[in-house]
């Protein structure tokens, strides 16, 4: 099956590329369009994969929500990176070295012949047809990993606390709108009819 | 599959609940009846407690009983040390109040935050399945890193959550990297089916221990041992001290629990391994917390550098993979966060109308401004060194003993030259206290529930030493020792 590996490798290479690129490009708006390729790739592998659901979910979630929120903040907000990068050089031989030191150390550790290759992870059948990726996701999520799905639930509660809570600042002199005083107004309280005689035609 | 034991989970269920109407009932409080939270808090607590006791699923021997697919386990190690944590977050609360109204920070928020945290250190606690022991982790860090930054308004604060940020997402990323072997070489994310499959594959396979060096690692950042404690100190300085309270105290009961997860039903037969790799850190955490603790002017960091230590002590316990050592580990956890509450409870006490009493030097005199409270934290000290008849003598005695009943005698010799090292800065506050002059003459006014809980809490520190047989049986007995 040459098509799957050169369709997988083609892929895994972009997303890699896409992945460096958005630490090294200095414009920020480049960096997010570099994530979202990124994402676009993993999501082509996980296709590869037969896992539609949790790749179109990827897609629609990462890349429709988290990075269109994310490049709206970078484009209002206009974030200078530059001191972000300070020091970039300076660490980077440094950090080359240890990142080289780690992987050389990871290769020797787990490096066995045969311990990665297909006969050790064979290629798992094709699903049948008319098989429900949503609908399995669905049934583990919801049976065995109910305690984990609703823990993750309150994880994001947490998290909406928290930023409610380290942000909000109530200012004394804001002008804010009170909606509901606003759907009870009563006509008497906006509009004043007054009587008045008329008034005499003028410049006549 | 069966859902009726769900309800095993019932204290989880009802610290949530509680957790978010805390949530919303603030909503509708006008400011100076924010009291109601505080009582709202301390009843979830209480009843969180006889939920928890009432646990009825332990029978003729059944010790532990699984909920959730196996992924939630309750069992007396698990009921006791969520029970301790109820107590020390009561604890916790009835300082932090009158701490956060002289501050005017006394808002839900604090409340919310640790009631959430509590909810991640019981799912921890109880947790029996990769996945949990990542999420309660993770609420309890979330939770954590917020109150951390409480005082918005502080520039230490702000700093000190970012380096827990950061670090703390590295460390949570090392452990899901160690998770991630694990599962790949024993293709389960079940503790039980784990250990099955360990002992199937043999302890010698070289992308097991890989994964577990890297659970070590994350399971050490979160306890805060040597080399992965940079952030103790700059964060125990920086957070607001009832913060710093909290999160010396409860979740260091979560991490305990979390270690003998991992490593005793999970790895245990990689028993050989982890030994070697916590000793290290048991070594390195004793000398190094010990020697920097007694360089330090600030209380706070003096304390940091104290809980270093403590927890090199408790890996002590769990390393010689003893059931007396367990237990002896748990039981030193346990005196550990109920000594680490009343120390900085006292630091609240002394800290008056909104400046922190940071320094050691506001200790100098209490004696004679305020003699009892100088006893109780005369108490609390003598118990961190470890002199006899307190309880913190018999957390440090019963650990030495599990190493040296594993035959680990260089291991215990270091532990008894640094405790007499340690010994020096504990009782150097003492000395300051007893035999300096004060600086202020100003008379120490709190709250009769602060008054009332820190004389027990202080009064703890010798009545479990002396009564301490019931509490070390029942920690013994979690472990089948």
Request: glycine share 8%.
């Amino acid at each position: 099956m040459p098509i799957y590996e050169i369709v997988f490798y083609f892929f895994s290479l972009v997303m890699l590329g896409a992945a460096l690129m958005v630490i090294t490009v200095r414009n920020p708006v480049y960096a997010a369009l570099s994530l979202v390729l990124a994402f676009f790739s993993a999501s082509a592998i996980w296709l590869l994969l037969e896992v539609e659901f949790l790749a179109i979910i990827l897609i629609l979630v990462y890349v429709g929500a988290v990075m269109v929120l994310f490049l709206f903040v970078v484009m209002m907000l206009d974030i200078n990176l530059e001191p972000l990068k300070e020091g970039f050089m300076r660490y980077l031989p440094a950090g080359v070295v240890v990142a080289l030191l780690m992987a050389t150390e990871f290769m020797l550790v787990l490096w066995t012949k045969g311990r990665f290759d297909t006969q050790a992870f064979p290629v798992p059948a094709p699903n049948p047809d008319g098989y429900s990726n949503t609908k399995a996701v669905g049934e583990l999520l919801y049976t065995n990993y109910l305690l984990a799905f609703e823990v993750a639930g309150v994880v994001l509660l947490v998290a909406i606390i928290a930023a409610v809570a380290l942000t909000l600042r109530q200012r004394s002199g804001s002008r804010r709108q009170n909606p509901a005083m606003q759907v009870r107004v009563r006509r008497e309280e906006r509009v004043r009819l007054v009587q008045m005689d008329s008034e005499p035609r003028q410049g006549s | 599959m069966n859902n009726s034991n769900m309800l095993l989970a019932a204290p989880e269920f009802w610290v949530l609940s509680m957790a978010c109407v805390i949530l919303v009932v603030d909503l509708f409080l006008r400011e100076e009846r924010r009291g109601i939270i505080h009582l709202l808090a301390i009843i979830t607590l209480i009843f969180a407690a006889i939920i928890t006791m009432r646990g009825d699923y332990a029978s003729e021997g059944v010790r532990s009983a699984l909920a959730f697919n196996g992924s939630f386990i309750r069992d007396q190690m698990g009921d006791m040390l969520k029970l301790f944590s109820y107590l020390v977050l009561a604890i916790v609360y009835i300082y932090s109040k009158f701490h956060l109204r002289q501050f005017r920070m006394f808002r839900a928020d604090f409340y919310t935050l640790s009631l959430f945290a509590l909810l991640g250190v019981m799912l921890l606690i109880s947790a029996n399945n990769l996945v949990t022991i990542y999420l309660g982790l993770e609420l309890i860090s979330l939770s954590s890193y917020a109150l951390v930054a409480f005082d918005r308004d502080s520039r230490t604060g702000s700093e000190a959550a970012m380096k827990y940020f950061v670090l703390g997402s590295m460390a949570s990323g090392m452990l899901l990297y160690g998770m991630s072997m694990i599962y790949g070489a024993t293709g389960s994310l079940d503790l039980y089916a784990i250990s099955a499959a360990v002992a199937n594959i043999g302890s010698d396979d070289p992308m097991l221990v890989f994964g577990l060096v890297f659970l070590v690692v994350g399971l050490a950042f979160k306890l805060g041992v040597v080399p992965f404690h940079m952030w103790i100190p700059d964060v125990y300085h920086g957070a607001p001290v009832p913060t710093t309270l909290f999160i010396s105290s409860v979740p260091k009961m979560a991490a305990f629990a979390m270690a003998i997860r991992l490593l005793q039903t999970g790895l245990g037969d990689l028993q050989g391994d982890w030994s070697q790799m916590l000793s290290v850190l048991a070594v390195l955490s004793i000398v190094l917390g010990n020697l920097a603790a007694i360089a330090q002017t600030n209380i706070k960091r003096m304390l940091a550098y104290s809980t270093i230590s403590h927890m090199g002590f408790v890996l002590m316990g769990l390393l010689p993979g003893s059931a007396t050592g367990y237990g002896a580990g748990m039981f030193y956890v346990i005196v550990y966060s109920l000594m680490s509450a009343a120390a900085f409870g006292m630091v609240i006490l002394l800290s008056a109308r909104g400046v922190e009493a940071e320094k050691l030097d506001d200790f100098k005199g209490l004696n004679q401004r305020n003699s009892w409270y100088a006893a109780v934290m005369a108490m609390v000290m003598f118990s961190m060194a470890g002199v006899p008849v307190f309880v913190g003598f018999f957390a440090k005695w019963l650990v030495i003993k599990a190493a040296l009943d594993a035959g680990l005698v260089w291991l215990a010799i270091i532990a008894v030259v640094f405790s007499v090292v340690g010994a020096f800065y504990y009782i150097r506050v003492v000395k300051l206290m007893y035999f300096d002059e004060p600086v202020t003459e100003s008379p120490i006014e709190v709250p009769v529930d602060f008054r009332t809980v820190i004389s027990l809490n202080g009064a703890m520190m010798l009545g479990l030493g002396i009564f301490s047989s019931s509490l070390i049986a029942v920690c013994m007995s979690s472990f089948g020792a």
